[in-house]
């Protein structure tokens, strides 16, 4: 098991705390041990709140995000994960640039269906939502892998 997953995208303020926020909600479900989830963006803006839309769709699952403020990925945080998470296979390559160290455990969050999650950022409300279902369905593959 890990202890510590990692999860980057371009700005964290969409799809990685979304992810984030989804990881920890479906682990406290199942019971099991905890592990320690965190998000981090290869552009984000330190401290920008989460992307309304997604925290709007996370509400409606009654989760809480607004406490989320974006972070940008460095080094020190790829060393701290066991586990780094992406949504595209650029941010692979972008991720064990700027890390590499990392490499061999950055992985695509939709590596067990070979799916990539584009952003949604800007979108319209059926793009966010179809982004989000994606995420969470991936989300809950990886925690049949990892618990």
């Not at 939709?110 to 409300?125: F, I, L």
Request: include cysteine; aromatic fraction near 6%.
């Amino acid at each position: 098991m890990f202890g510590s997953v990692l999860i980057v995208c371009h700005a964290n303020i969409c799809r990685s705390p979304t992810a984030e926020v989804l990881f920890r909600a479906h682990l406290a479900r199942r019971g099991v041990r905890p592990m320690e989830f965190r998000s981090a963006g290869l552009y984000a803006h330190e401290g920008e709140d989460i992307d309304p839309a997604m925290q709007r769709l996370l509400a409606e699952q009654g989760l809480d995000s607004s406490q989320h403020r974006a972070r940008r990925f460095d080094r020190g945080m790829a060393r701290g994960a066991d586990l780094i998470l992406v949504p595209e296979r650029s941010q692979m390559r972008a991720v064990t640039q700027l890390a590499p160290t990392a490499r061999g455990k950055v992985h695509l969050l939709g590596k067990w269906e070979d799916a990539e999650v584009a952003d949604p950022y800007g979108a319209h409300d059926a793009v966010y939502r179809e982004s989000f279902g994606l995420i969470e369905r991936l989300v809950l593959g990886w925690l049949d892998k990892i618990c």
